[in-house]
């Protein structure tokens, strides 16, 4: 170790680097368990991942789908398909069978591999040849479903020996499409050497402060694109990556106490259950060792996090972004309380707020966030017309997530709206229109409009307005039954808590449902805050 420049990120940078220098260090501990695997032992799991994916016939370009959960497995399976050149698409553990073979079909899969532990895994694996035909392998990992071949047993009779191509590949995170179905965010892949540490790397450091050996939790799913990111990153780090499958707000505590993190990635709503701890219990655990406390996916509100950082100290970095990586911007603690609500300043990529027509606004006035990042390439796979939307109009280049936002006289950007009314409850995107497409095929519906409402826990919640068809049946009977309905048809999150019925929606002079006018009442009084 004495040879290494730990201060240089790119002195290692790669898991199979640090696996010859550390291979005793757990690489990966999982809190539900305590299961650990080391640097040494990730690293051979990954080559037999990578042996087996070659063995079936992939090549660089190929997907592969995981419906897996926070696990050492998944990890794996990552790191796996990342040396092998491949396409990781990773589905949400929760995804219902319809909701997850969707993703597999419209990614191509070649090969699947499913979590028995997920809720609705058996249910897919059970009609899988009829619903995923084009799929030429299909495992069960962390457990046995019925007709399918074990994971684990599969990789145990393959070589521990790197891949003689490796090729560098990428995940491909799935987002919303413009017909409310999923849409896989596509990044050319990396033309980069395997072994050299990745260009993406040294932009984690610089963004997001992270630093060679740095022992850090993941508590949010590695579905997401930040949670997969910081997992890979603090791999190829030389980190211990201290694994969530679940969160609760004392384990949190608990676990900071015992493994001595150095830093962590969180979603907004962790914060809220943690400060809502009694004091007693708060002040049980050692927190000290936290040096880095990374926050995205949702806004937080400003009491929380200024509460947060009275407890945990000025250790907080709020990061605005996405899959698409078209640019972001990031706010430290002491810049917070001086902008508090602010999601801060553009980190990568110059911004721009426009109106609808891509004309600059004046500061202070919302509109439309642009990235100006000429090296952000991707397309949103299979859809053309989202691709092309992520344009501005006047053709410079720039690219927006959708989000609305303003910025003050030194720059600060503050979010105004989001994403074509995209719910985010708990740090996880919900997009109201697929719920909208289940319940208006009920024969008592009339017409329907879903969007998120303010809750003090999640941040948001999933609520629905309804004009019956008949309005003498509104009430509870009818609001639970068209409940469960959507359950039948979507996965729990996607539904919602709650319905209210109106006798008519207002709508505009076009006839269109005022959805924003319906929301905004909902809203009244509360404001979006990073």
Same mark, same amino acid.
């Given at each position: ?18 696996a ?5 260090k ?9 299961s ?14 990578a042996?087996?994916f ?5 090549k ?10 926070n696990?050492i497995?998944? !990890? ?11 396409y !990781? ?18 990614c ?33 990992v ?20 790197m ?5 560098v590949g990428?995940?491909?995170i799935y987002?919303?499409g413009t017909t ?6 596509k ?6 050497p ?27 799913p ?12 603090? !791999?190829a ?6 694994l ?9 505590l608990?676990?900071?106490?015992r493994?001595k ?5 969180f ?32 806004p937080?509100?400003?009491e929380?996090?200024r ?7 000025p ?52 509109? !439309?966030?642009?990235?100006?990042r000429?090296?952000?390439?991707f ?19 720039w ?6 936002g303003?910025v ?18 708990g740090?996880?995107n919900i997009y109201p ?25 999640m941040?948001?919640?999933?609520k629905?307005?309804?004009q019956?068809?008949?309005?003498s ?10 409940i ?14 709650t319905i209210?019925f ?13 959805k924003?006018?319906l ?12």
């Amino acid at each position: 170790m004495s040879e290494i420049d730990l201060k240089d990120p790119m002195a290692v940078g790669t898991l199979t680097g640090w696996a010859k220098i550390q291979p005793d260090k757990p690489a990966v501990i999982t809190v539900s368990d305590e299961s650990t695997i080391t640097f040494g032992e990730l690293e051979n799991q990954a080559n037999r991942a990578a042996q087996l994916f070659r063995k079936s016939g992939l090549k660089r370009g190929d997907t592969v789908v995981t419906l897996v959960g926070n696990s050492i497995e998944f !990890l794996e399976i990552n790191n796996g398909a990342q040396r092998s050149g491949l396409y !990781l698409v990773p589905i949400a553990s929760r995804l219902n069978a319809e909701e997850a073979a969707y993703i597999i079909n419209d990614c191509e899969a070649r090969i699947a591999i499913i979590d028995a532990t997920t809720k609705h895994g058996a249910d897919l694996a059970a009609d899988f040849a009829a619903m995923c035909p084009d799929v030429e392998q299909v495992f069960a990992v962390r457990g046995d479903i019925a007709g399918l071949k074990r994971w684990e047993e599969a990789i145990a009779t393959m070589s521990a020996e790197m891949i003689a191509d490796p090729a560098v590949g990428v995940p491909m995170i799935y987002s919303s499409g413009t017909t409310g179905k999923p849409k896989g965010v596509k990044h050319p892949l990396p033309e980069t050497p395997y072994g050299q540490p990745s260009q993406h790397l040294p932009l984690m450091v610089g963004w997001y402060g992270m630093r060679p050996q740095m022992d850090f939790i993941i508590s949010a799913p590695m579905y997401h694109s930040g949670a997969n990111s910081f997992a890979m990153t603090i !791999l190829a780090l030389g980190g211990t990556v201290i694994l969530f499958e679940k969160f609760d707000p004392e384990k949190m505590l608990q676990v900071i106490d015992r493994y001595k993190p150095n830093g962590g990635q969180f979603v907004p709503t962790m914060f809220t259950r943690m400060v809502k701890l009694p004091k007693e219990v708060r002040d049980k655990y050692d927190v000290s060792s936290m040096e880095l406390a990374l926050h995205s996916a949702a806004p937080c509100p400003v009491e929380v996090k200024r509460e947060m950082i009275e407890w945990w100290g000025p250790i907080f970095l709020d990061i605005y972004g996405g899959a698409e990586n078209v640019g972001g911007c990031q706010i430290t603690s002491e810049e917070w309380l001086k902008k508090p609500g602010s999601v801060g300043k553009a980190s990568h990529g110059s911004l721009h707020i426009c109106d609808e027509e891509g004309n600059e606004l004046p500061v202070g006035e919302a509109g !439309l966030i642009y990235f100006e990042r000429p090296e952000a390439q991707f397309e949103y796979l299979g859809d053309d017309e989202k691709t092309k939307s992520s344009f501005d109009p006047k053709a410079r280049g720039w690219r927006t997530y959708g989000d609305i936002g303003r910025v003050d006289e030194d720059g600060y950007l503050y979010l105004t709206d989001r994403r074509s009314f995209m719910i985010v409850a708990g740090g996880v995107n919900i997009y109201p229109q697929e719920a909208e497409n289940a319940l208006i095929l009920h024969p008592k519906v009339s017409d329907v409009v879903v969007f998120g409402v303010p809750d003090p826990d999640m941040g948001e919640q999933v609520k629905a307005v309804v004009q019956p068809a008949d309005w003498s049946t509104a009430g509870p009977e009818l609001e639970a039954e068209l409940i469960d309905y959507c359950k039948s048809k979507l996965a729990t999150l996607k539904c919602p808590k709650t319905i209210d019925f109106q006798e008519q929606l207002p709508r505009d002079d076009n006839g269109k449902i005022s959805k924003k006018a319906l929301k905004d009442s909902y809203w009244q009084g509360r404001t979006v805050s990073g």
